[in-house]
């Protein structure tokens, strides 16, 4: 069975790997603060995961999710990555991040940046415009009506498919807006970001995107 590693372990990255476990992966999980912090949401999760530093978890994990907070994006380890697919999480708020001009300039996007930091790495957007919460409560079988659909953008065709495959595992259509250049389109203050919308839906919504908000 796949191991999903897991760099972040705040409210999207702890729901992520509720739904992973849901669908059978086996989840090791890291954040800032060291394994032991995580001894509660371990026993919660139960025994297909266990805690561990980042390093670890991105050297277990077949493919890596990436949920930290942009502003300590240098602090995710580049080597344990290398070769792997890395979904990313990753949203841009100024408030907590500070100022990046080139996002702020739309001259690159966060799923971009993360690139840039893991070069080795196939990076593809994920989890960045639902609410944590709506990870676990949102998700439907394949084929229910109404199934919410979230984005994914790759400039790896097997990652974007591998995140393809993970949502709809754990309960989610996918509208692929590949390549990572076009990843703004369901960042935040867009049309997509945060909204229960089908995949027909979120095809109306992404060329609605301005992009600079």
């Keep these: 069975m796949t191991t999903l590693g897991i760099i972040g372990a705040g409210h999207i ?9 849901s669908a059978g992966y086996d989840v090791v999980i890291a954040n ?13 999760l139960g025994p297909k995961a266990r805690a561990a530093t980042a390093v670890e978890a991105g050297r277990a994990g077949d493919v890596v999710a990436v949920a930290v907070p942009l502003g300590a994006l240098d602090q995710v380890p ?15 708020y100024f408030e907590r991040d500070g100022r990046i001009p080139a996002l702020d300039e739309g001259t690159t996007t966060t799923s971009q940046l993360v690139q840039a930091h893991l070069p080795g790495s196939k990076v593809a957007k994920a989890f960045n415009h639902i609410f944590a919460r709506e990870i676990t409560s949102d998700a439907t079988p394949s084929g ?22 993970f949502y709809d595992e754990v309960g989610f259509d996918t509208v692929d ?21 089908t995949a027909d839906e979120l095809r109306e919504a992404l060329p609605k995107a301005n992009r600079v908000p």
């Design 13 to 21: 990255g702890s729901q992520v790997a509720r739904a992973a476990i």
């Design 32 to 44: 800032s603060r060291g394994p032991e912090t995580l001894a509660d949401l371990v026993a919660e």
């Design 78 to 92: 580049v080597e344990p990555l290398d070769g792997k697919i890395v979904l990313d999480a990753n949203n841009y």
């Design 144 to 165: 229910t009506p109404g199934r919410r659909a979230l984005a994914t953008s790759s400039d790896f065709p097997e990652a974007a498919e591998f995140a393809t495959r």
């Design 177 to 197: 807006v590949s390549p990572l250049s076009e990843s703004w389109r369901v960042e935040r203050d867009r049309p997509a970001y945060v909204v229960h919308l």
